[in-house]
């Protein structure tokens, strides 16, 4: 592989197994970063790793479950141990729920989306910070969503969690950008991820047509679209950019 941004620059990646975890983790393996991928199904993480190795590239695969914070001190002891530094996270780990209108959903539905989408993050984030500080700083991006700057009907447990990381993102980034640490979040439009296949097999034609047709570009989004803005705002072209939420939607919302 060529020496690229990421030369030697060491990053996780939670739920980088799959969809935009999986190429982004690809992305940054192609330009020289050490990878660590963070997620639960080891099949999967040991595929991307193999993957990544087969490209001339250096990964890590951790089995972690991100509701256990147990399990995501381990994770960070272990870059530790063994990079003692961290330059840039992907808090990217998160879930869909069923779509149901709002006085619909049980508390242990509530728990288990907020538990992955939002306090799994903020887990991260108490540990990522730290490890960034002690070598000078770092860069962060947390998974929103375009749900985070809206909301549809059906979707108010996923959209309440979404938002929370864009406010989640914003605070921390005020509070540690003197410590040269940037914190930003990624807002995915609709993306041609295994989530989406499955919202796809459960709705037919008609829901994808509804979606193409919200969408000005007129086709759903490639998880390498998603990585390319990731690996944009962890560089030294975004060295100016903290606390924003970048959509990456192909336009969507504009009608909305």
């Known amino acids: 592989m060529n020496t690229k941004r990421y030369q030697d620059k060491v990053v996780v990646i939670t739920g980088g197994n799959s969809g935009i975890g999986r190429a982004t983790a690809l992305a940054f393996a192609r330009e020289g970063a050490e990878v660590i ?3 639960r199904r080891e099949k ?3 595929e991307v790793v193999q993957e990544i190795k087969s490209m001339g590239g250096s990964a890590l695969f951790v089995k972690t479950d991100l509701r256990e914070p147990d399990q ?7 870059i530790r141990e063994k990079y003692g530094r961290l330059d840039c996270a992907f808090n ?3 879930v869909w729920p069923a779509m149901k209108w709002t006085a619909n959903y049980r508390l242990e539905e509530f728990d288990e989306v907020m538990n992955i989408n939002v306090k799994a993050v903020w887990r991260c984030m108490k540990h990522e910070i730290p490890l960034m500080i002690e070598t000078g700083g770092g860069s962060i991006v947390n998974t ?7 909301g549809w009907e059906g979707t108010s447990l996923y959209t309440s969690s979404k938002h ?6 914003r605070a921390a980034a005020v509070e540690f950008g003197r410590k040269n640490v940037r ?3 990624i807002c995915p439009g609709i993306t041609e991820t295994p989530m989406l296949e499955r919202q796809l097999a459960e709705g037919g034609e008609a829901m994808k047509k509804a979606l193409l047709d919200i969408t000005p570009l007129g086709r ?6 998603i990585a390319g803005a990731v690996l944009f705002l962890c560089s030294q072209a975004a060295s100016y950019i903290t606390a924003k939420s970048i959509v990456v939607a192909g336009g969507q919302g504009i009608r909305t």
């Open 183 to 185: 914190i930003n979040a």
């Open 92 to 94: 990217n780990a998160g």
């Open 220 to 225: 759903f989004g490639k998880p390498e679209e």
């Open 164 to 169: 929370a990381v864009i406010g989640l993102t």
């Open 144 to 150: 929103s969503s375009i749900s985070g700057w809206g």
């Open 44 to 46: 999967e993480g040991n």
């Open 37 to 39: 991928i963070a997620a």
């Open 72 to 78: 995501i001190e381990a994770l960070f002891a272990r």
